[in-house]
């Protein structure tokens, strides 16, 4: 991949006081409150919190799922907040890989077609698809699994289909969810090691976790509790862009 | 465009495996196409079938043939108007000649007497009842566009002279003489023997009401002496332009009044038909016949299309994740729509296929059981069907797959 061209200070993402709101029933739920948060290029960071505190609400604006009620959000200098739902398509088709709790494979398509899926949705011709797909695969290790459907592998290699998968498009940013949550903790810290691996190489990941040891492969942490960001440990590079309206103090880093 | 290709050819791909993977319900939700198809199908082979049988039909009347009948060839709510006018009479023919001979440029050809009515007919112990027995003249040939299974027609001689012989019809034929040439045989018509000089081919049945191979015809004479009584005349008048068919009507109403002796206020008490004209009268019946065919075999494919739209939706529920997983990986909203209107498509013109398979089959079975039966299967319907089983997918395809393309990523990814 194209990871020798990364630059480790570019700011990829911006987000600015953003909040969520939802209406559920008959009251009104501020899942996120007021959280502005800043990612450069290849950072690695975590963002942790139990449930109910926004993280799945902040995942979502970060993937460009969803769209905040009010704030502000720029991806790569590109203000997010006010894009149309295809817009939003096609930024997640080139910006963002995703890596799900559940793979999210599909099931009867072999990996290679799987891997290709979102050079189909850029509009990639065939052979490159290929040609980039078996690449990815070969690796993330899975060269000899390039015919085998989705119920042929096992949990890690899926999981490793579905990494192949997230880098395909060269995104600026990988967003994993709970990548190990379905799998036995040796796959897991297989899985882990991967992502150490493409952090080593100029990606830029974010993890979303509530577990603890998983987070802690991350440089960076960023706790969420309902709905606002209870501690930013800052991480490597990105201390001195810390939000200055963050009420809390940073906790040392230790890596 | 490109990128819109590629999509195509994915959803393509997504279609077939779904079809593989659920293979029982895909079959059923087929099958009610199938039904479809196959009855749309049939109504349209026979609605071909009855335009084919009613066009041979009204050529037997010959497009290029004025006919002079007491009657109208059409309903008329005077009917006693009609009743009380003269009889045609086979005597007229001679003069119509005449004044046509004697007019240049004549747009008219030929008049032609007939006269016909019901009779059995006998050979040995074999018996046909209620054969249109019709006396003629050999110029009779000139009108018609029968052949000759075998033999001839009756020469100028036998006609003028009333020579006791006869051309009989296809079905007479078959009927008393099965295992031998009639020809040169003698049949009893009131008792009075005719010689067979010929067989008229096959001519088939007119809009299948009744056959037109169940006839005897004989020199004029011949019939005036022997069945003079309650027959019916009409004189035929061949037209040497067919393409000036109005003017020789007009051409032959005026020879007609003169025949008749017709004072100029007077209306014309006979009546000049044609082919067109029965054409004309019996179109919106065949046409009516055909809607209302379509109609409800439509029906039987609107159920069908149902039946596709439910599998759809179904298909779209149970697939909620996966289309929010394609939605994160950046297919937009008219990929879903694509990818699901394919589906239902597909479904569709594979039913398509199989219900044309099934009629064509059907076709060519009834086409041996039954040769007489009014059936076509053109390359039109093909592409009508196949026209017809895409409208019906993406019809049917349509609420589904708009519900899939507007659901929320979010939403759909997080969806049990």
Known sequence: MTSDTRSSDLLVIDIENITKDYVMGEEIVHALRGVSLQIHSNEYLAIMGPSGSGKSTLMNMLGCLDTPSSGRYEFNGRDVSSMTDDELACIRNREIGFVFQTFNLLPRADSLRNVELPLVYAGIDPETRRERAEHVLREVGLGDRLYHKPNELSGGQRQRVAIARALVNDPSIILADEPTGNLDSKTGDEIMTLFENLYQRGHTIILVTHEADIANHARRTVRLRDGLIESDDGGFGGIDNLPVEDPLPADAVVY | ?416
């Open chain 2, 1 to 416: 465009m490109k990128r819109f290709l590629y999509e195509l050819s994915e959803s393509w791909k997504i279609a077939v495996a779904q079809m593989r993977s659920n293979k029982t319900r895909s079959t059923l939700t087929a099958l009610g196409v199938i039904i479809g198809i196959v009855a749309v199908t049939l109504m349209g082979t026979a609605i071909a079938g009855i335009q084919v049988g009613f066009d041979k039909s009204m050529a037997i009347f010959g497009d290029d043939v004025l006919y002079v009948s007491q009657w109208p060839w059409k309903p008329v709510d005077d009917w006693w108007n009609f009743r009380d006018r003269k009889k045609i009479k086979t005597e007229y023919a001679e003069p119509i000649n005449r004044i046509i001979a004697a007019t240049p440029n004549s747009n008219l050809v030929i008049a032609v007497p007939t006269s016909s009515l019901l009779r059995s007919v006998k050979y040995g112990q074999s018996q046909v009842s209620n054969v249109l027995i019709r006396g003629t003249v050999s110029d009779y040939l000139i009108t018609s566009t029968f052949d000759f299974k075998e033999g001839r027609f009756f020469n100028d001689v036998e006609s003028k002279g009333g020579a006791n012989v006869c051309v009989i019809g296809y079905d007479v034929a078959d009927a008393l003489f099965p295992a031998e040439s009639p020809i040169e045989k003698s049949v009893l018509i009131n008792g009075q023997p005719f010689r067979i000089v010929g067989i008229i081919s096959r001519q088939g049945t007119f809009l299948g009401l009744f056959s037109l191979d169940s006839i005897v015809v004989m020199p004029l004479p011949a019939f005036q002496k022997y069945f003079s009584a309650k027959s019916d005349s009409d004189i035929l008048v061949k037209v040497k332009d067919k393409a000036r068919l109005a003017e020789a009507k007009d051409e032959l109403i005026g020879v007609m009044r003169r025949v008749r002796g017709l004072p100029p206020e007077k209306k014309e008490d006979f009546s000049i038909n044609e082919q067109q004209a029965l054409k004309s009268t019996l179109d919106p019946i065949k046409n009516s016949i055909a809607v209302a065919g379509l109609f409800i075999t439509g029906l039987s494919l609107f159920v069908g299309a149902i039946g596709i739209m439910n599998i759809t939706f179904v298909s779209v529920k149970e697939r909620t994740r996966e289309i929010g997983t394609r939605k994160a990986l950046g297919a937009r909203r008219r990929t879903i729509l694509l990818q699901f209107l394919i589906e239902s498509t597909s479904l569709c013109l594979l039913g398509g296929f199989i219900g044309l398979g099934v009629a064509y089959v059907m076709c060519t079975g009834i086409g041996q059981a039954f040769p007489s039966f009014p059936i076509r299967f053109s390359l039109s319907l093909v592409l009508v069907s196949m026209a017809v089983s895409i409208l019906t997918g993406l019809f049917s395809g349509f609420a589904p797959a708009w519900s899939a393309s507007r659901l929320d990523p979010v939403a759909a990814l997080r969806y049990e």
